[in-house]
């Protein structure tokens, strides 16, 4: 392709004021200088180049010389920031073969298990956004149907390499991971606290919510700076033991940033992609211990305790290969943890709880009570079996509070106060009885209608859990919005199904009415 | 969702220039009275609707008011024509569920078959525009994996039903069929007047180029115009008893365009997949008897004969099902059939065939004399055996070439006369020796580059083919081209090799030089 090169006309760079998502887009005039119909069709993949550097994009055609004339060749966001040349320099633009080790792609879905350097390979091009949406996909399908115990340990080893590799100067680093699917949940904002109190080091990075109401990043947003870059991240870790920040800038597995993105609306979810997407990021993050929760409900990711028992021995397994100790518990998920659901009231509850105050959700305090106390005792000085005590000690002195306040002031407390969306509505009980079940996904799907997390006010207030008396016209749950046209969707999805179950007292067993 | 549509603002719909190829793409505002960013972000798939109209599409945003201001939605090509309704008027503008269809695509990633309503349902979605590359993608690698004999026969049936589907007056009605890959090789413009001359009915749709230098469609568009609707096909072909029509406009089996658009980039291309969109197609025209001609070769789709008997038996066992005479022969896919490569230099060679001209390829008049042969052995009326006579018959009589003219008169004769490109290059033997082997691939590559098939004049004349004598400084083959880049990336791309295997005349088992 020399040839090609030295023959082609170069085209002048501009920016295009579109927001392609993680997706690269460029778009060129249908009379271009550079353009051959034989050669590029909308949406095909093309190859920028400027001297060493190289881009992968998908291509739009424009007749409006406006937008991009035939002598330019526009970039969009965020192929111009990825890309990095400034408007005005000169590139030349040729069809882009796929990537070589889209070859592996096409092998394993033909049956044939990849080496561990063809894995390397994929997880490269995938890092360096060589792939499209499309390959992607087929990538993800491709491993979906089958992926053997080398293949598992090969990518999760590779897509840990692929990005920032942390070290810390510590025997023991510890750290915590929920697969996630339970509305409120929000122990880790509670067991950083008081295992960084403690002394011992824990670099807790989250994920923002993705198609749930809040994730730990949304939340501890609310009260704190998280978009910390990775030496802020250290400097917080070293004054503080802990912190709490968002893993997007931080660059930890950054291959299962994308591959993330894809899987998402597809709705490919399988065991061994869940395991080497979360390992690769503890592995990359210098983790030595870690503690995985694994809810497990009717309407949780894990519906029994098989399905659960199978994710936990592939944990150990990776966990084992690597070097980790991994420990994995199984917990509640039938209903919400706390009562928050929903940046802002999720925030409530831990500062509640840490806060010892009355009203503290009782099951948030207890389960993270139990999480941190099973990281307590991976600290060789406290003696077998007084982790939970010690972690009860640090809460209830007010230890980890003062701790919370250290990790807030570092990262960077949060300017003002953040209150509960004013727009309220409190959904009551049709009948009398008791709640026998909670529909975690409809509640989840509740607080997104009312704006969380983007409003971050908006969300559910739970008042009442399984197990709860209730009489008719009882509120079961307030919902808070900031904004008319959110309330009035999700108060209109209300009147569809409550997601309560509750049976009459007088008839346990009658029919479900949820 | 009823809630939801009633409660959002509606959008006015804007133009915008941007060709996006076959993915509908639209442009909202960052700060659009719609936009709400929990819900959408850029590239995720939003659902257009106004009254009963839907149209999913995927999303890009823009900050730039004059691309699109916060109260309008920008809809790109293809999306504004497919949605059909005029700039200005209201929208409504949701996030996109995935089509449901995409639960069985993801049921067959884990093993299970799946039933002919729910390969209907998935062929029903491609159809109409409602999975996005990367859904695509992830049905072609579950169908990759494995697919059983009832699943192949579904998916065929399902593409037929698609779209159009013709019917015909007559008991027997013929086509033919190559699966491509051979450089020149333009039978059906040779076959489908011979057999139309005797008249039997041969409806024959082509298509374009995609990755070689020449469809047959783009080769008969030198001589007529291909793009024919489906009244205007069936208007020629009662004239004409045949017809030589380009198949983008007729829209038989179009979930077949939709899976070719992403099979082709990913180069996922499975004998079944293969197997269920010619047949689809064929079924969909009306066809009762099909010839289908697997060219083998080395440089060939299929490289050898076990691989070709395999495809030979998919074919078979698909078309007994549907009740259509399927007859598979492999042919010769060692070199080039006739002298040209590219759509000008393969009419010529197709003329000079219909014409008896004394120069006219042999190779491509005996071939395509053998398949005319199997498919007029259809009429009940010709002896047994009597097909190559009545083949040749109808050749040499020049009542071919009569009929050739009728149906170039009944398409619409092309304006003109076009000519081989101007710029021309005879590329030499380095050596004395016999031609022993030539690479179509690379031929292929070499007419592209050259122009092929956007100039029509491009190409590649062949001098020499396998088993000739050459002397070195002997021209094996002259590249044509319009317009010098193309000419000179052509020239320079034989520099790194001419495609060609010569052996010294003394040492027949020398190395190969190619």
New interface residues.
Partial sequence: MT??DT???RLKIRRV???????N?V?IS?RSMAL????F?????VELRRDARVLLATL?????DS?VGPGEIGL?DPAFRRFAEPAGGLVTVTPAA?PDS?DSV?AK???RTLKAAEIKAIVGDLTHFRY???????F???F??FMTSDELLALTQAMARAGTQLTWDRPVVVDKHCIGGIPGNRTSMIVVPIVAAHGMMIPKTSSR?ITSPAGTADTMEVLARVDLGIDEMKDVVNACHGCLVWGGHVNLSPADDVLIS?ER????DTREQMVASIMSKKLAAGSTHLLIDLPVGPAAKLTNATEAMRLRKLFEFVGDHFGIAVEVVMTDGSQPIGNGIGPVLEAQDVMAVLGNEPGAPADLREKSLRLAAHLLEYDPALRGGAGYARARELLDSGAALVQMRRIIQAQGAAAGHAAPGPLTADIEAAQDGVVAGIDCLRLNRLA?SA????DKGAGIKVLKKIGDFVQQGEPLYRIHAADL??F??AV??TKLGTGYLIESRAAKRGRPRP
Avoid at 36 to 39: D, F, I, K, S, T
């Fill in positions: 040839a090609a023959s082609r006309p004021n579109l927001d392609t998502g993680r997706e887009v778009v249908r051959r119909p034989e050669n069709r909308a949406f095909s993949r739009l055609i424009t007749d409006d937008m969009s796929p889209l096409r879905i033909l049956g499209s949406d499309m390959e992607i996909a087929a993800l399908m491709s979906a149907s919510a894809v609306p597809l709705g490919i997104r704006g969380a997390p983007l046209s959110g009035n969707l209109a999805m």
